[in-house]
């Protein structure tokens, strides 16, 4: 089949499973590809998929937009024709879609576009692994890409589509003391936690933090200290919360100081309004400090690879609730900077270019070659077919009977829109609330 012409609108599609992924996937669609595209949205169905206040939130938006399973996405690939599909997925999901699209075996199959929507702290390994076989592998700095070649040519696995880019959410003004902060107190500065879902995991660290949290509000009445919240309860993002900060605020004994605040909403318009942002290791420490905004990553519980922070050894930003109580603010490497790729110089407009490039490269190409993923059934059967399993497929990548049953219509819709709805419910009260109390009894 001939490559296709310039002159045609390219038609994207990007499959995410999360709030965040959607985020990433969505704005990263955008910037590796020509204006004039057309994007289609899917939400893989799952435990995260998000809810329509979660969407508003992130900002990110597509021409259309609609839930549906691996096998029905995969439908769609084959009935729509699209020109490039991103995969803003967990990585197992990476894994079995790429075999399930290899398994169509389309007279021209689609560009593949996979990456991570953050900071790459765990499994880095096993996430990479299950990602090779897209076309572009993006990796959100120098540092990551140095990373993922180092790993796929550890195990004798093609590295070419590791494609160096930056996070496509960072932008914004840079910071000003009094930029963009007219309705505000004179004087006042607005402090920022970012919360996480699942760091730290234990209700007794999260209770230290918001304690602290609380404890800094008091020892600095002048100032606004806002506990930045990823979801309400009930909601997942990416990582399940067990433990939501809102719940521990009710119990917190004297209850919040009336200079703390828990806020939602985009993350770029609170950051809009922060003087200082604090955090464990989330990935919104790269959008402050992108924009120069003074930004802090907490040791209280120590440096260590499960919490995350570990990925800022080197960056000047490491320090404690003791230390930022008493008024020290971390400044960072600028060499830490530009490894990770946030330093504000401008050098971000032109991130994306060679990931557009290579896009635009294999578009033009008259054939791509077939999807070759790293695991096959006969490099790793073990563990494969059970990855492929979880998404409905077979072991050859082809959807197991039933699972890309025609889309049930009417009252049918309704009925199972409503079982579906109840079981999530059932399965975040089991996340929420059974499965800390099993947990506690088996400590005793």
Known sequence: MPSRTSSEALRVAVLADSDTRWKWGALTARRITTTGTALTGFLLRG???PTARQLAEVGATADALREVTGAEFLRAVRDEGYDVVVLALVGGAVQALLHGLAALRLPRRPVLVTGYVGV????????????????????????????FRAVYEGVGADASAVTEAALPFLGGAPYGREAGREDRE????????AAQPSVPETRAERMYLLCRLTEHARRHPHREVLLKLRSKPG????????????????????????NVRLVYGNMGE?????????????TAALEALHRRIPTAVLTDF????????????????????????????????ERWLHRQGVAADGAYESAFDVARERVAELLARPELPPVDPYYTAASAPGYLPGILARHHLAPDGTPLPGA???????????????????????????????????????AL
Request: zero cysteines.
């Open 186 to 193: 004179v004087g006042r500065d607005t402090v920022v936690f």
């Open 235 to 258: 909601e997942h993002t990416t990582h399940l919360e067990e433990l939501p900060y809102q719940k521990l605020a009710d119990r917190l004994p004297g209850g919040l100081p009336p």
């Open 270 to 282: 609170v950051l809009d309004r922060t003087d200082l942002l604090v955090t464990v290791s989330s």
């Open 47 to 49: 435990r995260a998929t």
């Open 302 to 333: 120590g440096v260590r690879e499960a919490l995350g922070n570990h990925h800022f050894l080197g960056s000047g930003l490491l320090t404690s609730w003791d230390a930022l109580d008493g008024g020290h603010r971390p400044r960072p490497d």
């Open 120 to 147: 790459v702290y765990e499994k880095l390994a096993d996430g990479l692994l299950l990602r090779h076989g897209a076309d572009v592998v993006l990796a959100n700095s120098r540092h990551d890409a140095d990373r």
């Open 404 to 442: 890309a049953a025609t889309e049930p219509t009417g009252v049918r819709r309704l009925l199972r829109d409503a079982v579906r709805g109840a079981a999530r419910g059932a399965y975040r009260h089991g996340v929420q609330r059974v499965a800390p109390v099993i947990r506690r009894m088996g």
